[in-house]
């Protein structure tokens, strides 16, 4: 089975702290997500890459980065935390073969920003 | 654009109720039709997938149907469990957008 694998289940961070989430697939796939995941409004995805060192925007960038440097990494900065990035961020992996739309997910990291 | 539309939830049932779960959606070519499921304290994974018109999706006793003419994908189980409790959600993968457009997620619970 695929594992995708977030390092924190839950996170507690203080407004104006710099955030490191981190996500790590163990198979091979070339594609990976971040969404944030709030209720009533479903899955927004943040930001995603088609492969190492590529990144592309999502529909929600604004406050957010992130880091591709292996290809089984993918990891998800605030650079300056705020209130409203409290939410649960669902990382997701997937192998691109052109037919094959299936999103494997982490458990998901549930921040807090106070 | 494309989008997703779900019923709002939360819906509740009791053992051995029918569901629906309703999910609309609009987007540009042909889209291909999933839904998704979270249990309590873990991630998506996917319950089933549709990927042409008039195709049936099915797994676990959950059924859907890719309607083109009404733009619809509902979720339907004859017979629900306990266990069947979750969040769901409907998507759709859209090859000019390359990524998934998921619905707002549905609340499931079922009581014994």
């Known amino acids: 089975d695929v594992k995708v694998t977030q390092s924190s289940r839950y996170l507690v961070k203080r407004t104006g702290e710099k955030v490191f989430l981190e996500c790590v697939q163990d198979m091979d796939h070339e594609n990976m997500f971040w969404y944030r995941q709030d209720p009533g409004l479903g899955l927004r995805l943040i930001y995603f890459s088609y492969d190492v060192k590529m990144k592309e925007k999502g529909d929600i960038p604004e406050g957010y980065s992130v880091s591709r440097e292996k290809k089984e990494r993918f990891s998800l900065i605030l650079e300056s935390a705020s209130t409203n990035q409290t939410s649960m961020y669902l990382c997701?992996?997937?192998?691109?073969?052109?037919?094959?739309?299936?999103?494997?997910f982490g458990s998901g990291t549930q921040l807090s920003v106070l | 654009g494309n989008s997703v539309t779900q019923m709002e939830g939360p819906v509740t049932l009791s053992e051995e109720a029918f569901l629906t779960i309703n999910c609309t959606y609009t987007?540009?070519?042909?889209?291909?039709l999933f839904w998704y499921v979270q249990y309590p304290g873990e991630g998506l994974q996917l319950l089933l997938k549709a990927t042409k018109a008039d195709d049936k999706g099915s797994n676990k006793g959950f059924e859907a149907t890719y309607r083109k003419e009404t733009t619809s994908f509902h979720l339907e189980k004859g017979s629900v469990q306990v266990s069947d409790s979750a969040v769901y959600f409907c998507?759709?993968?859209?090859?000019?957008?390359?990524?998934?457009?998921f619905g707002s997620g549905t609340q499931l619970t079922v009581l014994p």
């Open positions: 997701a992996s997937r192998d691109w073969t052109g037919a094959n739309e299936k999103l494997f």
């Open positions: 987007a540009t070519g042909y889209p291909s």
């Open positions: 998507a759709l993968y859209s090859g000019s957008a390359r990524q998934l457009t």
